[in-house]
Structure formats: C-alpha cells, structure tokens
C-alpha cells in the first residue's frame, strides 16, 4: 500500500491556513473593540464621578464660616503657640534648687559652704571645715556622684587650704552639670 | 535601479477581492489602537491629576471642616481665659511688672528679703539675649539669704508666672546674687490661612495648662504681700 497518497490538494489546504488567520484576526479585532469599548465606559463613569467643583464650592462655604470666627481661629493658634513653647521651656529649665539640694545633703555635720557658684553649666563650691576626714567624706561623696553622673560632672579640685587663725580646712572644688 | 510600479483600478479591485477577509479585522484593530493612543491615553492621564486634585481639595475641605467644628465646639471665654493665662507664663513682650510681682511674691513666700535688683535689658537696637533659643530679660537680683534661703526663692520662682531660667548664681553664707532670665515670646504672624490645621482646647496639653493655671493661681497677688518690692530698683538702661 502506497503511503505517499494525498487526497488535500495543497490549494484546499491553503484555504483552510486562510480561514484559521482570518478567524484568528477576527477574535482579536473584537477583542480589542471590546476592550476600547470598556475602558472608554470606565473613563466616562470615573470622570463622572470626580467633582472637583462641587467639593470647591464646600470649600468656599466652610471657609466663608470661618471668616465669620477669625477672631476665634486666631486665638486658638495663638493658644497653641503659647503651649507649646512653654513646654519646651518647662522641659529645658535647669532645676538648680534640686541639685544644690544634693549637694546639701552631702555636706558633713561639722563642715558648711562658704560659697557656692553656677555659671553656664559650670559650678564652683568653697567647703570648710575643722576636720579633714569630713573634708574626705565630702569629696567621696561628691566623685561618687561624678561616678553615677548624677548633680556633677568632671569633678576638679581647684584647691585645699588652711586657715590656721580660723583652724579650718578650705576645699575649693568644681565641676559640670550634666546637660 | 528604477523599477515601475503601475496600480490601476484593477489591480486594487484585485488585491481587494483576493485580501477583503482581513480588511475588516485588521482596520478593527488599526481603529482600537488610534483610539487608545489618541483619546483614551491622554483621558486616562488628565483623570488620574484630577483624582489627585480631588485627593488635595477634599483634604483641604476636611481641614476647614475640622477646624469649623473645632472652633464651634470652643467657648469663647474659656479660649480668653487660657490665652491669659498662657501669655502670663510666656508674655508676649517684655513684662516689667509681671517680673517684679513674681520676684516679690517669690521673695514673700520663701521668706528671703530682697536687696538691690537691676535689668539688664541691654541695647534696645539689638536683638535680646537668648537662652535655649527664646527671647528673654535678664536681671541680676540681690538676696538676703544663704543657700537654703536661695533654694526655696529658686523653687518659689519656678512655680511662679513668668517663666524663668537661672543665668547664673553666686552665693556665699549670708547673701546670694542671682541673674534671671524672664521669658518673653512674640506672638506669630496669623494669617487668613484657614486650611491651617487646628488642634481642640481639649488636646493642647491639658494637664500642662492646670499646672500652669495653678502657678498663675498661687500667684495672684493680694494687698500686702509685696514686701520685696520696697527694694530699691535700678534700671541699667532706658526702658
């Protein structure tokens, strides 16, 4: 049996690769009048949608209303101004009271200060006393605050003096206060 | 190489008849692609900055909406009484008398008596002195009073309106000098500006504005109380 028999003829076979083509163009033709169909529905519906006039107009409404009350508007700016520069000034105040305090209380029985200072975040203290252990209690103290970086930092001695007609040790001490 | 072409209405009525299947089609889709190009690209565009316009307007409208409600819900005279109160604590320009009342009433409730004090308000033509980045009116204070006695004048005065800072202390057993800095801020600008966002009486901090409200209630003077102000003042300048 002959195998090399072909009943198509190759012009019937090349109207059934045209007939494929066309109808393969005609599903994409009607894709894409389907597709510029819909996106030309969805922009009309959005674009009907966005009323940028109509929200204008509330505006104006809304901001005729607050003309009415300006008075009112601006004092509550000025309200809030106001509060918030306080806090930041209650925030950043140095509270000095707490800290000589502090340093009060450290001060041994039988010694007192002669003189204290603070001047841009520097301060100065003048100790006496009759004993040299509580002039040594004291700057234990004070280091040990230096240390925990609590009421003073970078404690320096400035001097240690005696005033033999008084009979009395003087420490004259410095030191930062931490920001 | 000039090679001649002649169509005439035959070939044409030819070319048609052998390719007329896909005429339709093909000018179907040349059609759908000029009118995507052409209409529909540049719509999409104009849509999508009108949405974003819209976005903005409709914030700006929620603002104004916002701050109308804000300022109907606000009782007037509660607003007046708060920025009083406010502008005690932070004057908005240089309060000589609210200084010198708190001085004495902090000298009064410490129990320190006062000796001379001086303002420094400097040259007018230039700018004030600054601490922490505001404004402020320094003056340099004299006090009969040690350390403890210059403690409690320190904790008196910072419960009392205007605000201060201490600039700088020096004290010895017996008097202590002190230079204050009293805080003064201007008012800002405020413009016609309605889509500025307002914030409710109630959200502004409430729990400062009692503390503050209680300092300024402490402070208020009564007849006989002013025994620091006797001390003799001295103005290094013209004020």
Redesign the interface.
Known sequence: MSNSINLITPQKEGLERRQRTVKILRIISISFLLATFLLSLILFIISSRLSISDIKKQENSASDSLGLVHNKFAKLILVKDRMDNIQIIIKQRKNYQNLINSILKVVPQDSSINSLGIEKDKITLIVSSPSLLSINKFLDDIVTFSKNKKVINNVIINSLTVDQGLGRYILSVGGDIPQ | MNKKVNIDLNTITTLYQRYK??A???G??FV??I??VV??LP??QS?LS??Q??KL??S??SV??N??N???T?N?SF??S??NV??Q??PPNKDFTGILDAISLSANKSGVSLGQFEFTVGDLSKVSPQV???TTLEIILSINGG??G??SF??QL?KTLP?S?????????KFSTITLAF?Y?S??P?G?G?T?P??G?QN??PS??KQ?ASWQSQGALTPGTNSGASSSASKSSSF
């Open positions: 299947d896909y339709l089609p093909v179907v889709i759908c692609f009118i995507f209409l529909i719509q999409v849509l009108a949405s316009e819209e307007e409709l700006k409208l104004l909406k701050n109308l804000i300022i109907t606000t007037d607003l007046d708060e920025l406010l502008s604590a932070l922490r980045g505001f350390i403890t210059l403690t320190l904790d910072s605000l800072d201490v600039v700088s202390i020096q004290t010895t057993d805080y801020k008012f800002p405020v016609s309605d500025f307002l914030v009486l502004i901090n400062l504005f503050i």
